[in-house]
C-alpha cells in the first residue's frame, strides 16, 4: 500500500509539471479535460501534449518530418513526370494515383536482406548510418513553431545550423567505411560540395541575422513586417541555391550521380539501412526548409485561428515548409546536373560574391533604419 502511494504521489507530481505547459488547442480541450481525469492515463495524455514534447515527437517533429517525407517523394516523383511528359508512380494504388508509393518503397526496404559486404568495415558500416540521424534529429529542439518548441535560446539559428553541418561528415564517413571505390569517389565529391556551398549558405545565414540584429528565432519573426526575402532578396537566392547544393538536390546531386557513380556514397548499402541513408537528404532539406520560412518568409505568422489556439502557428510554419520543399524539388524537373568542376566555379565565385552583396545590403538596412 505504501509503494502504491508513493507511486501515486510522484504520477501526480509529474502530471503537474505536465499541465503546466500543455499545448492550448480549444477545439479538443473538451476531451483532453475528460482524460486528464482519468488515472495513469492522464499523464499519458499530459506528457504527449506538453509543449517540449508535442513539438519533437508531433508537430513539426518526427511524426510531421514523416508525413512531410512521404509526401515530397511522391510529389518530387509525380511533378517531374508531369512537367517531363512522363508517367509518374500508378502502380501501387493505380486508382489514387500511386499515392503511397513512398510508404510501399520503405516496406520494401525494410523486409530487404542487409548486405555488409567483406571489404567494409563492418562496425563503422552499420554505425554511421544510425548515429547520422543525431544531426538530424537535435535540430527539432532548437526550430522554434510559434509557443512551442524544445530549447529555447538566442543562438537557437546558429546552434541548429551548426547540427545541420555534421550531415556531410557522417555522408563522408559512410563512404570511407564503404571500403568502394564508387563509395569513396561520391564521399570526395560530397566533400567537395560542402566546401564549395558551406561559406556562402552561412554568410546569407548572417545577412539576415544582421539585418534583423539577432539569431532569436521569435524576434526574427515579430520583425518581419516586411518578409526577408523582399528586404533581403540576394541573401534568399543565395540561401536557396546552397539549399538545392547542400540537399543534392538536381542539379547538384553529383555526390550521387546514379548514372555514373550509382549512388556514391550509399551504393554499397541495402535494405533498410538503405531505406535510412536515402532518407537523409530529404530531412536535411525539411529542416533548412524551416529555417528558410523563419528568416525569409514570416515563419509562423499568419491570422490567429480561435478555435485551434496555439496549433495554429505550428500549421502555418509546417505548410510554409512544405511549400518551400516543393518548390527546390521542382527543380529536379527543370535542370540537368552540372558537372563537379562547374558546380565548384558557381560555389567559389558567383554564388560567394552574391552572398558578399547580400551581406552588404543587410548592413546597408542597419544603417538605413538606424537614421
Known sequence: MAEASLIFILLERILSIFTDELINIPLINPAVEMLLKIPFLNVIVAFIL???????????????????????????????????????????????????????????YLFQEVIVHRDANAFYFLQFPLISFLPVLLPLLFIPAGGTYGIRTIYTIPAALALISLIPVFIVAMGWASNSKFAYIGSVREAFMYFAYEIP?????????????????????????????????????????????ATSRLPF???????????????????????????????????????????????????????????????????????????????RSIYARYRLDQSLRLGWGVVFSMSMIALIISVGWMAWLRL
Not at 506538453?50 to 517523394?73: A, D, E, N, R, Y
Not at 557513380?261 to 541513408?277: D, K, N, T
Not at 529542416?287 to 514570416?298: A, D, H, N
Request: net charge neutral; with cysteine.
Open 50 to 108: 506538453w509543449k517540449p514534447i508535442f513539438h519533437v515527437l508531433i508537430l513539426p517533429g518526427l511524426i510531421g518530418m514523416t508525413l512531410v517525407l512521404l509526401f515530397i517523394i511522391y510529389f518530387e516523383r509525380k511533378i517531374t513526370a508531369r512537367v517531363q511528359w512522363r508517367v509518374g508512380p500508378k502502380e501501387v494504388s493505380r486508382r489514387t494515383g500511386g499515392v503511397i508509393q513512398a510508404l510501399a518503397d520503405g516496406m520494401r
Open 201 to 245: 549558405f552561412l554568410l546569407a545565414v548572417v545577412a539576415m541575422i544582421v539585418l534583423y540584429q539577432t539569431s532569436d528565432p521569435f524576434e526574427i519573426v515579430a520583425k518581419q513586417w516586411i518578409p526577408g526575402a523582399v528586404m533581403n532578396p540576394v541573401a534568399f537566392l543565395v540561401f536557396f541555391i546552397t539549399v538545392l547544393i
Open 253 to 331: 546531386d553529383i555526390p550521387e550521380a546514379d548514372q555514373e557513380v550509382a549512388f556514391g556514397p550509399y551504393v554499397e548499402y541495402s535494405g533498410i539501412i538503405f531505406g535510412l541513408v536515402m532518407m537523409l537528404p530529404y530531412e536535411k532539406l525539411y529542416l533548412l526548409s524551416m529555417i528558410s520560412v523563419i528568416l525569409f518568409f514570416g515563419g509562423w505568422n499568419g491570422p490567429e485561428i480561435a478555435i485551434l489556439g496555439d496549433l495554429a502557428p505550428v500549421i502555418y510554419l509546417y505548410i510554409k515548409t512544405i511549400v518551400f520543399m516543393c518548390v527546390v524539388s521542382l527543380a
